[in-house]
């Protein structure tokens, strides 16, 4: 789920990825590789607010409330007000949410 999570958030900052596995799982239990590469062209805001939701609705679904990745991306994994409202903080340059 976690890596299912991160995969998407690299989606939302405008990058193509691929999650698969690279060691067989009788070797180690983190055995996933999340390759991801720069998106030609810039994407439409439609298409960022599908993947907003599809994040929400996994976070929803395990019951995730909190995401480091996301955190620091400025990226709310709950929703913030209505079902279809999409959040995304604004960050300084040190990380934090402004006040």
Same mark, same amino acid.
């Given at each position: 789920?976690?890596?299912?999570?991160?995969?998407?958030?690299?989606?939302?900052?405008?990058?193509?990825?691929?999650?698969?596995?690279?060691?067989?799982?009788?070797?180690?239990?983190?055995?996933?590789?999340?390759?991801?590469?720069?998106?030609?062209?810039?994407?439409?805001?439609? /298409?960022?607010?599908?993947? $907003? *939701?599809? @994040?929400?609705?996994? %976070?929803? #679904?395990?019951?995730?409330?909190?995401?480091?990745?996301?955190?620091?991306?400025?990226?709310?994994?709950?929703?913030?007000?209505?079902?279809? /409202?999409?959040?995304?903080? $604004? *960050?300084? @340059?040190?990380?934090? %949410?402004? #006040?």
């Amino acid at each position: 789920v976690t890596d299912a999570m991160r995969a998407i958030l690299l989606e939302i900052a405008g990058y193509n990825t691929q999650v698969f596995e690279f060691i067989g799982g009788e070797h180690t239990a983190k055995n996933v590789m999340i390759a991801a590469t720069k998106m030609k062209r810039r994407q439409s805001d439609e /298409e960022r607010d599908d993947k $907003r *939701r599809r @994040l929400m609705d996994l %976070a929803k #679904l395990h019951g995730i409330k909190r995401q480091r990745l996301a955190t620091l991306m400025g990226e709310s994994i709950l929703p913030t007000g209505g079902e279809n /409202e999409l959040k995304t903080v $604004r *960050r300084n @340059l040190s990380g934090m %949410a402004p #006040l």
